[in-house]
């Protein structure tokens, strides 16, 4: 898988979770997830599905979720 594979599935889950709230506002790589508005709920729903999409969790191999700023950051920890 590549960054743009990776991006296109973290944006599909942040748009499925968060469209409610979010409005019509466009997702794209350099979208920090601040501008996103998201809930810590929201934000913990979309690392567990992501979990699931990728079958792989990199917050167990000592990812910090602190250190994410954009969609491409959220995207490149799911590269392996």
């Known amino acids: ?24 506002r466009a997702i794209g790589a350099g979208t920090t997830l601040a501008e996103l508005g998201l809930r810590s709920l929201d934000l913990a729903e979309v690392i567990a599905v992501l979990e699931m999409e990728f079958d792989f969790d990199p917050f167990v191999g000592g990812a910090n979720l602190a250190e994410v700023r954009t969609i491409d950051d959220l995207a490149s920890l799911y590269l392996r």
Not at 1 to 24: F, H, S
């Open 1 to 24: 898988m590549n960054l743009d594979e990776a991006r296109q599935t973290v944006i599909r889950v942040l748009v499925d979770v968060t469209k409610p709230a979010r409005g019509a």
